[in-house]
């Protein structure tokens, strides 16, 4: 019990603006997760514009042109 309240002391001040403010990087996170997870599937890209424009367009960050 004596390391756990140490250890709620020394980082206090990161538990207080945890609790304060309302930011996380939760989104990040997961589009970051998205993009490790497209690069282990589809390993072998020739070129690394076509990964980006894959990454792009999963994340409807630009659309296709419809032929």
């Known amino acids: 019990m004596k390391t756990a309240i140490k250890t709620i002391n020394k980082y206090i001040h990161y538990v ?7 930011y996380n990087n939760g989104i990040l996170e997961g589009i ?3 993009i490790k997870v497209m ?5 072998g890209y020739r070129c690394f514009h076509h990964f980006k424009n894959r990454i792009m367009i999963t994340q409807n960050l630009i659309t296709m042109k419809k032929a």
């Open 16 to 22: 207080e603006n945890t609790l304060k403010y309302d």
């Open 32 to 34: 970051h997760n998205k």
């Open 39 to 43: 690069k282990r599937i589809s390993f």
